[in-house]
């Protein structure tokens, strides 16, 4: 070997003895390399510098097998059905006929003789859905707003075979129908079991959207466990494009399993924007089964109305972070008033589950059954609170009743911005309000808040006030913000307000 490469080969192991060995150095001694131990007393030991590593190479899902397998379980579902639609005799006076558009016009004009001015007339209304087959002697999932108010459900397979369908029972709560067709060997879908769906995972809908069948869309799973307002069910949110028409079809997973039923779509236009949710599945079918076992389904509740957790009520409360259901209202002899609760508690978990959104209550509750036993922690006056309720049934309406009489104080302006003064014994009768304090004007903060003259005060963090002198102690004594319970009307809202 020659010198030079000799030097090339000794540059080169200089090289790795610096690279690959740790607390060493190479030492260069004419054309040797000689490695020199280090002593290093007190200091810190080196750590390499964290390195980005790049997520595993991932192609893109062929869904072709399972758009070929899964599709002709399908269906397209139309419905016809009538709706009462106001009629004031407008052609008879000369004015211009709202309805005169409506494709049925002329045949309601001819043939239903002549109609009285003033009243009503029955309108028909026509609609599209899908649907997917379940079981092979023709049970069908779908949405039941798709089926809400019909007369008739038409369901047509792939092969263009068309049967009537029997709706056996729909829940408007989780929007999940159960329909029937006369029919037997029929192509089915498999159903996902369990909840192991993860965001970011590739999902296909099947559907007809505007009425074109088997219409193959994909995307992926955005979030879970959404919460819609006046929702009971914890959605699926996609990217998934669906639209009017894909109402009740399947959601796939990559193995070609049901995970969801498309129900919902976010939009300012009327078509898709980016954003639709489905039910899970694990949802629909506990629906399905009250529904073939029973013809009809019983929701759970605790008897509370809650709100949404802001900074301004986290602040207000001590809640290290915004999370939970604050409870604005106790439905008087209901599961939650038997089990403790009150204004202003805040629910942090139900059975372990942990309530981030208000939302997630009524999700969790609405899916229990009626007797269930729960436990809670709730957060009230700074301090973590165990509670066990036994919930009750949704369909049970428990009155309400108020509490006695207390007297008044002169009104007053605090810093909040509120001018209050007690409410008058008739006041009491008239509004069925027997405690708080009425707001005569509100400015500023509480202004800016929300607050409105007539509102009725009923509680300043969660502690209830009857006097003037009540809530300045509180608001004393306060932080950054309050949160005051209102009485609007029937309605009782918490609304943060912050101070100075």
């Given at each position: 070997m020659s010198e030079s490469t000799l030097k090339r080969a000794a540059l080169a192991v200089a090289v790795l003895g610096v690279i690959g060995v740790g607390g060493a150095v190479a030492v260069k001694q004419g054309n040797a390399v000689a490695a020199a131990p280090v002593v290093l007393q007190?200091?810190?030991?080196?750590?390499?510098?964290?390195?980005?590593?790049?997520?595993?190479?991932?192609?893109?899902?062929d869904f072709s097998v399972i758009a070929a397998h899964n599709g002709p379980a399908v269906v397209n579902i139309s419905v016809t059905g009538s709706t009462k639609t106001a009629y004031d005799g407008a052609e008879q006076t000369g004015r211009a006929d709202p309805f005169a558009d409506d494709p049925f016009y002329e045949f309601f004009r001819r043939f239903q003789g002549p109609q009285q001015r003033g009243g009503q007339r029955s309108v028909p209304?026509?609609?599209l859905g899908s649907g997917f087959i379940i079981s092979a002697d023709g049970i069908i999932l779908t949405n039941?707003?798709?089926?809400?108010?019909?007369?008739?459900?038409?369901?047509k397979?792939?092969?263009?075979?068309?049967?009537?369908?029997?709706?056996?029972?729909?829940?408007?709560?989780?929007?999940?129908?159960?329909?029937?067709?006369?029919?037997?060997?029929?192509p089915v879908v498999p159903l996902a079991k369990g909840n192991d769906l993860k965001v970011g995972e590739w999902v296909l809908a099947i559907g007809s959207p505007y009425g074109l069948d088997n219409t193959v869309t994909a995307g992926v799973v955005s979030a879970k466990g959404r919460s819609l307002p006046d929702g009971n069910v914890p959605f699926i949110q996609t990217d998934v494009a669906v639209n009017p028409g894909n109402s009740g079809g399947p959601l796939f997973n990559t193995r070609g399993e049901v995970v969801g039923i498309n129900s919902q779509i976010y939009s300012q236009t009327g078509g898709y924007q980016g954003l639709s949710f489905a039910i899970p599945i694990d949802v629909a079918g506990k629906i399905k089964d009250q529904i073939v076992s029973t013809g009809k389904v019983t929701h759970a509740k605790l008897g509370v109305t809650?709100?949404?957790?802001?900074?301004?009520?986290?602040?207000?409360?001590?809640?290290?972070?915004?999370?939970?259901?604050?409870?604005?209202?106790?439905?008087?002899?209901?599961?939650?008033?038997?089990?403790?609760?009150?204004?202003?508690?805040?629910?942090?978990?139900?059975?372990?589950?942990?309530i981030v959104s208000s939302g997630d209550l009524p999700a969790i509750v609405g899916l229990a059954t009626p007797g269930d036993k729960v436990t809670m922690e709730v957060w009230?006056?700074?301090?973590?609170?165990?509670?066990?309720?036994?919930?009750?049934?949704?369909?049970?309406?428990?009155?309400?009743?108020?509490?006695?009489?207390?007297?008044?104080?002169?009104?007053?302006?605090?810093?909040?911005?509120?001018?209050?003064?007690?409410?008058?014994?008739?006041?009491?009768?008239?509004?069925?309000?027997?405690?708080?304090?009425?707001?005569?004007?509100?400015?500023?903060?509480a202004a800016d808040a929300g607050v409105q003259p007539g509102d009725v005060l009923l509680s300043v963090n969660g502690r209830p006030v009857n006097t003037v002198d009540q809530v300045r102690e509180v608001v004393d004594k306060s932080g950054k913000s309050v949160a005051l319970l209102i009485q609007r009307g029937d309605d009782k809202i918490f609304i943060p307000v912050r101070l100075g």
């Open positions: 007190a200091a810190a030991p080196v750590q390499a510098a964290p390195v980005a590593v790049p997520a595993p190479m991932m192609a893109l899902p209304t026509h609609g039941a707003h798709v089926v809400r108010d019909a007369s008739e459900v038409v369901v397979l792939t092969d263009r075979r068309e049967f009537r369908a029997k709706v056996l029972g729909s829940d408007p709560k989780s929007d999940v129908a159960v329909l029937k067709i006369d029919a037997k060997n029929l809650v709100q949404e957790i802001n900074q301004g009520f986290a602040d207000s409360f001590n809640l290290a972070t915004p999370e939970g259901a604050l409870v604005s209202n106790v439905e008087k002899g209901g599961p939650g008033d038997k089990a403790g609760l009150k204004l202003g508690d805040v629910i942090r978990t139900l059975n372990g589950n942990k009230r006056q700074g301090k973590p609170v165990q509670l066990s309720a036994t919930l009750g049934n949704a369909n049970d309406k428990v009155a309400a009743a108020a509490d006695g009489e207390r007297g008044g104080q002169a009104s007053a302006k605090l810093k909040l911005g509120l001018s209050l003064r007690p409410l008058e014994s008739m006041e009491k009768r008239q509004s069925g309000i027997a405690n708080g304090l009425l707001i005569e004007d509100a400015r500023g903060a």
